[in-house]
Antibody
Framework: EVQVVESGGGLVQPGGSLRLSCAAS????????MHWVRQAPGKGLVWVAL????????NYADSVRGRFTISKDNAKNMMYLQMNSLRADDTAVYYC?????WGQGTLVTVSS | QSALTQPASVSGSPGQSITISCTGT?????????VSWCQQHPGKAPKLIIY???TRPSGVSNRFSGSKSVNTASLTISGLQSEDEADYYC??????????FGGGTKVTVL
């Protein structure tokens, strides 16, 4: 079955860090461009970051550039999002997405 | 990068067809055939229903179809059913190597 499962979310204080993971099964991540997308409570979907198949091309939304880092481990069939200097407005459900079935997301809450 | 423009709401009766528009620019929708649509029911994760303008993932009903003309993409739902009541979002890859989403459209089945 083709699926992705996100993990790593949780409650973190402002200024803290988290690493989100996206575990893929049923397909090979090296063959796909992949993205992180987030959705704040009651709001719409917002693109966060992208990475191409071999990881040589990454880019970020202005709101997270310099604080977040997207990466892949093709050997483990995983994608990651390292989030540093977290702010309250980063609070959202984060989804691992691409041209494959999307996951259920992982909730990140930034609060003191 | 400005968001893509979608109508806030669209409604239709069961069995009818409705179309949701998604308007961008020559720097996003008009530049590539990389437009996707997703469906989100209240309290649920979004579900990909169209990618690359017209491609339906396996398992997605053929009542959903996508198209594009110049800088506007469209999602058509034919034979509208109560289960189609949800929010729908479009998104597009851009010439800036980013992705931009629309604000979402709430579909109501009358």
């Amino acid at each position: 079955e083709v699926q992705v499962v996100e993990s790593g979310g949780g409650l973190v204080q402002p200024g803290g860090s988290l690493r989100l993971s996206c575990a893929a099964s049923g397909f090979t991540v090296s063959n796909y461009w992949m993205h992180w997308v987030r959705q704040a409570p009651g709001k719409g979907l917002v693109w966060v970051a992208l990475i191409n198949g071999d990881g040589s091309n990454t880019n970020y939304a202005d709101s997270v550039r310099g604080r977040f880092t997207i990466s892949k481990d093709n050997a483990k069939n995983m994608m990651y999002l390292q989030m540093n200097s977290l702010r309250a407005d980063d609070t959202a459900v984060y989804y691992c997405v691409g041209d494959f079935p999307w996951g259920q997301g992982t909730l990140v809450t930034v609060s003191s | 990068q400005s968001a893509l423009t979608q109508p806030a709401s669209v409604s239709g009766s069961p069995g009818q067809s409705i179309t949701i528009s998604c308007t961008g620019t020559s720097s996003d929708i008009g530049a590539y055939n990389y437009v996707s649509w997703c469906q989100q029911h209240p309290g649920k994760a979004p579900k990909l229903i169209i990618y690359d303008v017209t491609t339906r993932p396996s398992g997605v009903s053929n009542r959903f179809s996508g198209s594009k003309s110049v800088n506007t993409a469209s999602l058509t739902i034919s034979g509208l059913q109560s289960e189609d009541e949800a929010d729908y979002y479009c998104c597009s890859y851009t010439t800036s190597n980013t992705v931009v989403f629309g604000g979402g459209t709430k579909v109501t089945v009358l």
